[in-house]
């Protein structure tokens, strides 16, 4: 499993919200999916809305989120 840094926005009424979240993933294609999934979730935003400007794998002294970080340690 691995640590990606996935940096975009979504149209939230008609301004658009920049967001960065870590998540965990086999690839690159799942973080993006759990993304969508999470921020469509919370916000009531629909995908089309929500568009991702970056995904960047991460190192592990590069992970800030205590969550991932050990979720990313206990499965190697």
């Known amino acids: 499993m691995k640590a ?5 926005e ?3 009424k008609n301004i658009w919200q920049p967001f960065t979240k870590e ?3 086999e690839n690159e294609e799942e973080a993006v999916e759990k993304i969508l999934s999470i ?3 919370l916000h009531k935003v629909k995908r089309k809305m929500i568009k991702i400007e970056e995904v960047k794998e991460l190192q592990k ?3 800030s989120n ?3 970080k050990y979720k990313v340690e206990k499965n190697e």
């Open 61 to 63: 002294d590069e992970i």
């Open 10 to 12: 979504f149209l939230m």
């Open 23 to 25: 998540i965990e993933g």
């Open 4 to 8: 990606y840094r996935v940096k975009g």
């Open 66 to 68: 205590p969550v991932v």
């Open 39 to 41: 921020i469509g979730s």
